[in-house]
């Protein structure tokens, strides 16, 4: 009968010392996934926030507050706090002191009409291509209203600094050629 108790106690010991085990183990593993939910809640509102300031229509220096208009530099999105304003193209203020620093010359202007729309495509391109190799570039859209075509026509012109302005040229050129 001894044999039997102690059998008992150590079987419901061992029980015990198991059900305590995979009480523990449940514990840390809930904790460990709210820290996991935690952290990833907190990682997407930091997400969230960076994909703010990086889409259109929020102000990349004051995210929350909607933007009124595009650099004509960096095409990142401002609000009308942000954005300086010369002969009716818009600049963020790093790109304006850019802007007011340098002689600028016009490279090219197309004009695109309902018929084209595509022909401007080039320019905007090479513009996209230049800012990703740190060149500044900008565009300026003029439309004019043809009464004989009953059309508005759109003349686009891409602008560069003059010190860049034949190396723009070239890739202009071998744009042409494609």
């Known amino acids: 009968m001894e044999k039997l108790l102690t059998v008992v106690v150590v079987l419901f010991s061992f029980i015990v010392v198991l059900l305590l085990g995979l009480i523990g183990f449940l514990t840390f593993y809930v904790l460990r996934q709210n820290k996991n939910t935690a952290e990833e809640k907190a990682k997407k509102k930091f997400e969230d926030e960076e994909d703010k300031k990086n889409i259109h229509g929020f102000c990349l220096n004051h995210s929350g507050v909607h933007a009124q208009g595009t650099c004509a530099i960096c095409e990142n999105s401002f609000c009308e706090k942000c954005l300086w304003e010369h002969e009716k193209t818009l600049f963020c203020p790093e790109h304006y002191r850019l802007f007011m620093d340098n002689k ?4 090219i202007q197309v004009q695109s009409t309902p018929d084209k729309p595509e022909s401007a495509l080039a320019l905007y391109d090479l513009k996209a291509q230049s800012w990703k190799n740190k060149v500044p570039t900008y565009i300026v859209t003029h439309y004019k209203i043809n009464f004989e075509g009953d059309q508005i026509e759109s003349h686009v012109s891409l602008w560069g600094r003059e010190q860049e302005a034949s ?3 070239l890739q202009l050129q071998l744009l042409s050629k494609k």
């Open 104 to 107: 600028w010359v016009e490279l």
């Open 167 to 169: 190396e723009l040229n």
